[in-house]
């Protein structure tokens, strides 16, 4: 408790949260083009599709960048058991990364069709896998992973491959499609607007289906994350807002309201962001067998000392970098319109 | 290389293939953020002299380095996410040592300087006929600025690893780890603003020395040459001073590696026996058995630059504290060091004779010159590289100076097996990555600078018709 009454280990749970939604809801749509990109046929329609992103997704992977520094410092304890206890996913997540940048940054510069092709697969690919691995690992923190006594990762990476993962991560790369096709509506027009829009529709079934699966699978296997839920009704209104907005976004869509639309979607990832941090709070890392060991915000994190500094810095950054977040996508409002500096 | 007691080959293999990992990973990415953050002054310059004199050649200037320094960028970024998240995959005990210290400074990275960076580059690259001209260079000055942020924020953390200040141990034993207890003390420790600037004017070599290449290789081809020479006018003259600058970071810093770290100093001369006259090699060869360096030397002249006389003598080995240890390549130490001053006075020397000789009005006709000049770029290549193998080679066996081991920094549950996956992965990719970039590059040297850009469109163009 800091002279302000602050539970600072609690401010820092809510920011690295608010760091990791962030990127959701932004590289979200990113790697939601990426997965529908191959989906698009005409050398043009992909070049619009990748032009959409063009100058966003560079800024909107720095929230991953930053919320994995914010995590490193606020708790390095979570940061080093995590990424090192999964580390064939976080390396295969880091192959995808890189794969996928290079992918939009080589596609348009040579006219060759099959140097287009080969890119293209990247670019869907890695956008594909990200998608994946992000729901995967969040699969396994939500279900719980085996945590020694001494703090490390007791298990393997097949282990990590059960089945609740694997559908948290086809969630995931459902919610991501459906989130990006949503923007795509929003970025293009004519021909292609009108054959995407046919798509949404199609998507938020596919996503449905998922989150309604996922979820009764919460309900039946992981009943740690819903506990809180059952002893405070009250949160279930979150839950019935993340319905409503899901419901709003065909809604909006037919009635050509697409930049609402988009943000219905916007509203429902965050949404699903906040019922996990509910549901999780307050461990980083729930050990399952074995629940003591579980990784807390309090047993895994930095002193006050630097969670103090830390907040100041975010007190002063934070507010500098919604503001040209906010203008950058101001200025590229629009449809996507390609001219000699597109990709 | 020695093998420590208490460690068993499977550990010992995590050890040698984490820190090859680490060495490749970061020496693929350092290749990038000195041509961007140098690149960043020089179209900060050319677009700043665009708006001054309204000469359309600058715009032309400052949208083809725009071009180059995008695809560098992109690389640059793609390559450096990967180091954010090695410290937690293959450097786990560590990250939890030095979480609350070094994690604070990598977080401060993401939230000053990345989101200024991205956020502008939009501007700065898609943004031209979208932005009056004013904003424009406005979004160009940020892109830099932020380059140089990123760079004071990573030296700081690494100058914390060389010169831990500003910080208390807590805990005892596999519990134990540094928290901080000055902020300002440890982003201001002994090392780290010595270190900055010496890393920042390499930083901005490397990019003046790229834009002297390409600019000559122009001349070499009898191509742009309007272009070529002013963009060669205006890289020269940074080249020129921060050569001469660098000579004088450089001394500062090896005073600091003398002050505070006495082994990485004597590795880096090979220095065994404490004695008077302690000689500067100029190049030579370490024996590291029998403890001598043979080679061409400046009696006293490390005495000279350590205590400014020829007398006094410098530390050597058997007169540290054996408890510092000392790194397990001392050759490999000493041969980047004097590599990197090597190539340091070779720039100097360079940059001042291509002005004498543009003066002379030699440059334009001697074509063995010229293509000296177009193999230039790997000058401060080459030497940023070295500096960096000296610094952190030379930090060994430590991973944080004094405080922890770089054996005991590993991550506990990562088999040998998983690293060397991950390590055949990135060398594949990378080089992959490589050859793109270096095809690419090519094409955008071969395509040169637009001549449609001479005359600006869209917002750009406003300030040239209200004339």
């Given at each position: 408790m800091t002279e302000l009454g602050l539970d600072l280990n609690i401010v820092w749970f809510v920011l690295v949260g608010v760091l990791f939604t962030?990127?959701?809801?932004?590289?979200?749509?990113?790697?939601?083009?990426?997965?529908?990109?191959?989906?698009?046929?005409?050398?043009?329609?992909?070049?619009?599709?990748?032009?959409?992103?063009?100058?966003?997704w560079d800024g909107n992977e720095v929230w991953l960048v930053t919320g994995a520094g914010a995590l490193f410092a606020a708790f390095p304890i979570v940061y080093a058991t995590v990424f090192s206890g999964f580390y064939i996913v976080i390396k295969l997540l880091l192959f995808a990364?890189?794969?996928?940048?290079?992918?939009?940054?080589?596609?348009?510069?040579?006219?060759?069709?099959?140097?287009?092709?080969?890119?293209?697969?990247?670019?869907?690919?890695?956008?594909?896998?990200?998608?994946?691995?992000?729901?995967?690992?969040?699969?396994?923190?939500?279900?719980?992973?085996?945590?020694?006594?001494?703090?490390?990762?007791?298990?393997?990476?097949?282990?990590?491959?059960?089945?609740?993962?694997?559908?948290?991560?086809?969630?995931?790369?459902?919610?991501?499609?459906?989130?990006?096709?949503?923007?795509?509506?929003?970025?293009?027009?004519?021909?292609?607007?009108?054959?995407?829009?046919?798509?949404?529709?199609?998507?938020?079934?596919?996503?449905?289906?998922?989150?309604?699966?996922?979820?009764?699978?919460?309900?039946?296997?992981?009943?740690?994350?819903?506990?809180?839920?059952?002893?405070?009704?009250?949160?279930?209104?979150?839950?019935?807002?993340?319905?409503?907005?899901?419901?709003?976004?065909?809604?909006?869509?037919?009635?050509?309201?697409?930049?609402?639309?988009?943000?219905?979607?916007?509203f429902s990832i965050a949404a699903l962001m906040v019922i996990f941090g509910i549901g999780y709070f307050p461990?980083?890392?729930?050990?399952?067998?074995?629940p003591e060991y579980s990784l807390t915000i309090y047993n895994a994190c930095s002193s006050q000392k630097t969670l103090g500094i830390m907040l100041l810095m975010a007190i002063i950054g934070l507010p500098v970098v919604i503001a040209y977040t906010v203008s950058v996508y101001y200025i590229f409002r629009g449809k996507v319109k390609l001219d000699q500096m597109s990709y | 290389m020695e093998r420590?007691?208490?460690?068993?080959?499977?550990?010992?293999?995590?050890?040698?293939?984490?820190?090859?990992?680490?060495?490749?990973?970061?020496?693929?990415?350092?290749?990038?953020?000195?041509?961007?953050?140098?690149?960043?002054?020089?179209?900060?310059?050319?677009?700043?002299?665009?708006?001054?004199?309204k000469n359309n050649i600058y715009h032309q200037m400052a949208r083809f380095w725009t071009k180059i320094f995008a695809l560098i960028f992109a690389i640059g970024v793609a390559s450096g996410i990967v180091m954010e998240f090695e410290f937690g995959t293959n450097w786990a005990t560590y990250s939890r040592f030095v979480g609350d210290v070094f994690g604070s400074a990598l977080a401060a990275e993401g939230i000053f300087a990345f989101f200024l960076e991205s956020g502008f580059l939009a501007i700065l690259v898609f943004g031209w006929d979208k932005v009056k001209p004013g904003f424009h260079f406005f979004s160009t000055c940020m892109v830099c600025l932020g380059a140089h942020f990123s760079a004071v924020w990573i030296i700081v953390a690494n100058s914390w690893m060389q010169t831990p200040a500003g910080y208390r141990i807590v805990g005892e034993g596999k519990t134990a780890r540094a928290e901080i207890t000055d902020f300002w003390a440890m982003v201001f420790n002994p090392s780290s603003m010595d270190r900055l600037f010496h890393t920042l004017v390499g930083c901005w070599q490397a990019g003046a020395w790229l834009v002297i290449s390409l600019s000559a290789y122009y001349i070499l081809k009898n191509r742009h040459l309007e272009f070529a020479k002013r963009s060669?006018?205006?890289?020269?003259?940074?080249?020129?001073?921060?050569?001469?600058?660098?000579?004088?970071?450089?001394?500062?810093?090896?005073?600091?590696?003398?002050?505070?770290?006495?082994?990485?100093?004597?590795?880096?001369?090979?220095?065994?026996?404490?004695?008077?006259?302690?000689?500067?090699?100029?190049?030579?060869?370490?024996?590291?058995?029998?403890?001598?360096?043979?080679?061409?030397?400046?009696?006293g002249g490390l005495s000279f630059l350590a205590h400014k006389n020829f007398e006094t003598p410098v530390k050597g080995f058997d007169t540290i504290s054996p408890e510092w240890g000392r790194p397990q390549l001392i050759n490999a130490v000493f041969q980047v060091y004097h590599l990197m001053i090597a190539i340091g006075m070779g720039l100097i020397g360079l940059s001042?004779?291509?002005?004498?000789?543009?003066?002379?009005?030699?440059?334009?006709?001697?074509?063995?010159?010229?293509?000296?000049?177009?193999?230039?770029?790997?000058?401060?290549?080459?030497?940023?590289?070295?500096?960096?193998?000296?610094a952190e080679m030379g930090r060994q066996p430590w991973i944080v100076y004094g405080l922890m081991k770089t054996s005991e920094g590993l991550s506990k549950t990562v088999k040998a097996e998983a690293v060397l996956f991950s390590l055949i992965m990135f060398v594949l990719i990378y080089f992959l990555l490589f050859m793109v970039f270096l095809y690419l590059l090519n094409e955008k040297i071969q395509h040169g600078p637009d001549d449609k850009d001479l005359i600006p469109t869209g917002k750009l163009a406003l300030p040239e018709k209200n004339k």
């Amino acid at each position: 408790m800091t002279e302000l009454g602050l539970d600072l280990n609690i401010v820092w749970f809510v920011l690295v949260g608010v760091l990791f939604t962030g990127y959701a809801i932004l590289d979200g749509f990113d790697l939601g083009v990426g997965a529908l990109h191959l989906f698009t046929k005409t050398d043009q329609e992909r070049r619009i599709t990748l032009n959409s992103i063009g100058p966003v997704w560079d800024g909107n992977e720095v929230w991953l960048v930053t919320g994995a520094g914010a995590l490193f410092a606020a708790f390095p304890i979570v940061y080093a058991t995590v990424f090192s206890g999964f580390y064939i996913v976080i390396k295969l997540l880091l192959f995808a990364l890189i794969f996928r940048a290079v992918a939009i940054e080589f596609r348009s510069k040579q006219p060759m069709k099959w140097w287009r092709e080969m890119w293209d697969i990247g670019f869907f690919l890695g956008s594909l896998l990200l998608g994946f691995l992000i729901g995967v690992t969040m699969g396994n923190l939500a279900y719980g992973v085996p945590i020694g006594a001494d703090g490390e990762y007791a298990g393997d990476f097949l282990s990590m491959l059960h089945p609740y993962a694997l559908m948290m991560g086809v969630t995931t790369v459902a919610l991501f499609m459906m989130h990006g096709s949503i923007y795509l509506v929003m970025k293009t027009e004519g021909d292609l607007q009108k054959k995407i829009r046919g798509w949404v529709n199609r998507l938020i079934i596919i996503f449905i289906i998922c989150y309604a699966t996922t979820t009764m699978a919460t309900l039946l296997y992981v009943p740690h994350m819903v506990d809180i839920f059952k002893h405070n009704p009250s949160l279930f209104i979150i839950a019935i807002l993340n319905m409503l907005a899901i419901a709003n976004i065909p809604r909006e869509i037919h009635k050509g309201r697409d930049f609402f639309a988009f943000m219905s979607s916007c509203f429902s990832i965050a949404a699903l962001m906040v019922i996990f941090g509910i549901g999780y709070f307050p461990h980083m890392v729930y050990s399952n067998p074995n629940p003591e060991y579980s990784l807390t915000i309090y047993n895994a994190c930095s002193s006050q000392k630097t969670l103090g500094i830390m907040l100041l810095m975010a007190i002063i950054g934070l507010p500098v970098v919604i503001a040209y977040t906010v203008s950058v996508y101001y200025i590229f409002r629009g449809k996507v319109k390609l001219d000699q500096m597109s990709y | 290389m020695e093998r420590r007691n208490g460690h068993d080959s499977p550990t010992m293999d995590v050890e040698i293939l984490s820190r090859i990992q680490f060495a490749f990973t970061i020496s693929f990415h350092y290749i990038y953020p000195p041509l961007s953050i140098g690149l960043g002054v020089i179209m900060v310059i050319t677009e700043g002299l665009w708006l001054k004199t309204k000469n359309n050649i600058y715009h032309q200037m400052a949208r083809f380095w725009t071009k180059i320094f995008a695809l560098i960028f992109a690389i640059g970024v793609a390559s450096g996410i990967v180091m954010e998240f090695e410290f937690g995959t293959n450097w786990a005990t560590y990250s939890r040592f030095v979480g609350d210290v070094f994690g604070s400074a990598l977080a401060a990275e993401g939230i000053f300087a990345f989101f200024l960076e991205s956020g502008f580059l939009a501007i700065l690259v898609f943004g031209w006929d979208k932005v009056k001209p004013g904003f424009h260079f406005f979004s160009t000055c940020m892109v830099c600025l932020g380059a140089h942020f990123s760079a004071v924020w990573i030296i700081v953390a690494n100058s914390w690893m060389q010169t831990p200040a500003g910080y208390r141990i807590v805990g005892e034993g596999k519990t134990a780890r540094a928290e901080i207890t000055d902020f300002w003390a440890m982003v201001f420790n002994p090392s780290s603003m010595d270190r900055l600037f010496h890393t920042l004017v390499g930083c901005w070599q490397a990019g003046a020395w790229l834009v002297i290449s390409l600019s000559a290789y122009y001349i070499l081809k009898n191509r742009h040459l309007e272009f070529a020479k002013r963009s060669l006018q205006i890289a020269l003259t940074v080249a020129c001073i921060t050569s001469l600058l660098q000579l004088y970071s450089g001394s500062r810093s090896a005073d600091i590696v003398m002050k505070y770290q006495p082994a990485k100093l004597a590795a880096m001369e090979g220095v065994f026996k404490t004695k008077p006259y302690t000689p500067m090699y100029i190049f030579g060869w370490v024996d590291v058995e029998a403890e001598k360096v043979y080679g061409l030397y400046i009696p006293g002249g490390l005495s000279f630059l350590a205590h400014k006389n020829f007398e006094t003598p410098v530390k050597g080995f058997d007169t540290i504290s054996p408890e510092w240890g000392r790194p397990q390549l001392i050759n490999a130490v000493f041969q980047v060091y004097h590599l990197m001053i090597a190539i340091g006075m070779g720039l100097i020397g360079l940059s001042f004779f291509t002005v004498f000789a543009w003066y002379k009005g030699w440059l334009f006709k001697w074509k063995w010159l010229q293509f000296i000049l177009v193999l230039s770029v790997l000058g401060p290549q080459v030497a940023n590289q070295a500096g960096w193998y000296t610094a952190e080679m030379g930090r060994q066996p430590w991973i944080v100076y004094g405080l922890m081991k770089t054996s005991e920094g590993l991550s506990k549950t990562v088999k040998a097996e998983a690293v060397l996956f991950s390590l055949i992965m990135f060398v594949l990719i990378y080089f992959l990555l490589f050859m793109v970039f270096l095809y690419l590059l090519n094409e955008k040297i071969q395509h040169g600078p637009d001549d449609k850009d001479l005359i600006p469109t869209g917002k750009l163009a406003l300030p040239e018709k209200n004339k």
